[in-house]
Nanobody, 125 residues
């Protein structure tokens, strides 16, 4: 049973940075595709970024491309999301998720079967 625990959220001013972490336990980390999703109040959950361990490819939503970076430390079994140039519209609860799927539909949350509890990110002055 894989467990995911996010951390690193908080309050930051527009233009600031945060790094989210997702610690995994319970199974070999690098057999999964890992993703970050977010959900703002009153909005549907949306894809943010993903990394596939078969080939190391990374993928980003257009809204965060160039500002966010997904990475992993396989030795530490930890997934990261470095968020720079944060905007108020980035405010949301951020979730990490894992799946055995490694195809082209990495942005579909329904394909991920393991989720963390979420961490709140608030961008406000």
């Amino acid at each position: 049973q894989v467990q995911l625990v996010e951390s690193g959220g908080g309050l930051v001013q527009p233009g600031g940075s945060l790094r989210l972490s997702c610690a995994t336990s319970g199974r070999t980390f690098n057999s999964y595709t890992m993703g970050w999703f977010r959900q703002a109040p009153g909005k549907v959950r949306e894809f943010v970024a993903a990394i596939t361990y078969k080939n190391g490819n990374t993928y980003y939503a257009d809204s965060v491309k160039g500002r966010f970076t997904i990475s992993s430390d396989n030795a530490e079994n930890t997934l990261y999301l470095q968020m720079n140039s944060l905007k108020p519209e980035d405010t949301a609860v951020y979730y990490c998720a894992a799946t055995d799927y490694s195809g082209t539909y990495y942005y579909i949350g329904g394909l991920y079967d393991i989720w963390g509890q979420g961490t709140q990110v608030t961008v406000s002055s």
